[in-house]
């Protein structure tokens, strides 16, 4: 059984959150190795989300080619080709029932219960999500999902010593073709580059500009 007395400090945390930037060049010789990344996937897989419904899929681009076309379509930045990966966070287009039927299944199996159990529960999602929100609007919400994932990555990135830089620079359409997402039903969000940073990123110098406390924070 998991205890919060397997947490970090208090001083650990801050520190990390310090020391991680928006990485500009990442140097393309060092690789994350394969118990660290597993480890960032995992962090992804366990990401939470509203009502758990997780409607989003991240692809890992690890083939040079593919990432030199992201690139093109990516406001030429560096990060797409020079970072050791690159995950793309997509959403499952006009999230439906089956999604939610999907997700119930999946409940049943994992926690032993029978699917005749769920059905409250699978027609309140239904309710609130499928019925009552247009696609625009259930992509919309998706797509908030999708950057909690990609908070989650982040953090735990940082945790972990593995710089990141997310992006939003980008085509998501072209992204989509490339990748063939259309065709699979999702759409590309954004994406996040993690690995190491260059020594000649000079961003990496500059101190973070944050408003403060005082004014980021109410107290009621």
């Known amino acids: ?75 030429g930045q560096a990060q797409i080709e020079e970072a050791s990966q690159l995950v793309v966070f997509a959403i499952k287009k006009d999230m439906g029932k089956a999604h939610i039927a999907h997700y119930v299944d999946r409940i049943a199996q994992v926690r032993g219960v029978s699917r005749d159990s769920l059905e409250g529960f699978e027609g309140m999602m239904v309710g609130n999500l499928v019925d009552s929100l247009r696609a625009t609007t259930i992509d919309q919400w998706s797509a908030r999902q999708t950057y909690i994932a990609l908070g989650n990555f982040m953090t735990s990135a940082a945790l972990l010593g593995v710089d990141t830089c997310p992006i939003e620079g980008l085509d998501p359409a072209a992204y989509d073709q490339i990748l063939g997402l259309e065709a699979e039903g999702y759409a590309t969000v954004c994406v996040c580059a993690a690995g190491y940073r260059s020594a000649d990123d000079n961003y990496a110098k500059l101190p973070k500009v944050r408003f403060p406390e005082s004014e980021l924070v109410q107290v009621r």
Do not use: C, N
């Not at 140097?27 to 960032?40: A, E, F, H, Q, V």
């Not at 076309?69 to 406001?75: A, I």
């Open 1 to 75: 059984m998991l205890s919060s007395s397997t947490a970090i400090s208090s001083d650990a945390l801050i520190h990390q959150l310090e020391w991680r930037y928006a990485t500009k060049r990442f140097d393309p010789t060092r690789k994350i190795d394969p118990g660290t990344w597993d480890s960032l996937i995992e962090s992804l897989v366990l990401t939470p989300s509203s009502y758990g419904l997780q409607p989003y899929k991240f692809i890992v681009v690890t083939d040079p080619a593919l990432r030199a076309k992201l690139r093109t379509v990516s406001w």
